[in-house]
């Protein structure tokens, strides 16, 4: 990936907290910081979507329209879990 494309955050944490850091990693099997965060990010991200798709599926029942659950709905809901704009009208 070009240097451009990307964008480094540095996150100072205690030294209790980096003991168990590395511990986890240890654990996990990581071989770097980085790939330890990234993973951590990614599960992060992955749990949020689906909070944002239960939200938008409770939302639905709640307005009944989990009667007519077709393909639109279901494309909506996908967009809503992937943070994407939701069109309110379909």
Known sequence: ???????NWSVPVSAEFAA???AAMATEG???KSEFV?????EKLA????????AALLESVER???RDAGPELW???ERIARG???DRGS
């Open 20 to 22: 168990e850091l590395r």
């Open 1 to 7: 990936m070009p240097e451009h494309d990307r964008e």
């Open 38 to 42: 990234r993973a951590a990010l990614r």
């Open 75 to 77: 494309e909506r809901l």
């Open 84 to 86: 994407e704009k939701a």
């Open 47 to 54: 749990r949020s979507a689906r909070r944002r798709l239960e």
């Open 30 to 32: 990581f071989e770097s």
């Open 64 to 66: 009944g329209e989990y």
